[in-house]
């Protein structure tokens, strides 16, 4: 079975905090995903990754990087958090082609206060 | 730019009755592929159901199937016998064949599915 993982169910930051949310998977997929999840908007991507050191900007970029050092690991930073950040964050991987289904994360439960 | 929609912000039907999920799409492309994934409480989010714009068969998956029609732009997911385990997030979504943007999806904003004992 194909499992994602990430590295926090829950985080608590302070505004202006540097935020690193980890995300790795286990069955070699070339994309990952990082997607933002808030009550009555659904998911929006914010950046995703088709290969190592590789990334584009999703819908929702403004405040984000990330970063790709290993096909298994995706991390989504966020410079200097601020409180319109707190929501879910979602990770997702998926074999590269549009048929493949996207895997999820369990999800990061970030408040910034 | 692709768009989803789903018009039913919640839903709720009778354990064992049949309910019927909406969703609506925006596109110019002839390709593509449409997937309801579901998002129990505190569980991570799993694929129900896939379904290629190229084939004409609706696709089935034992309790759930959907309802493709391409020339309204619409992907409604059956729901039959529902049972406890089926209260979740429902949520649609649409997935470009082409190349650029390739893998993203683009995601409705939900249903939520309460099933009553």
Known sequence: DVKVTQSSRYLVKRTGEKVFLECVQDMDHENMFWYRQDPGLGLRLIYFSYDVKMKEKGDIPEGYSVSREKKERFSLILESASTNQTSMYLCASSLWGANYEQYFGPGTRLTVT | ?117
């Not at chain 2, 929609?5 to 390709?31: I, R």
């Not at chain 2, 429902?90 to 904003?109: D, T, V, W």
Request: charged share 20%.
């Open chain 2, 1 to 117: 730019a692709q768009t989803v929609t789903q018009s039913q912000p919640e839903m709720s039907v009778q354990e064992a009755e049949t309910v019927t999920l909406s969703c609506t799409y925006d596109t110019s492309e002839s390709d593509y592929y449409l997937f309801w994934y579901k998002q129990p409480p505190s569980r991570q989010m799993i694929l129900v159901i896939r379904q290629e714009a190229y084939k004409q068969q609706n696709a089935t998956e034992n309790r759930f199937s959907v309802n493709f029609q391409k020339a309204a732009k619409s992907f409604s997911l059956k729901i039959s016998d529902s049972q406890l385990g089926d209260a979740a997030m429902y949520f649609c979504a649409y997935r470009s064949s082409n190349g650029g943007s390739q893998g993203n999806l683009i995601f409705g904003k939900g249903t939520k599915l309460s099933v009553k004992p």
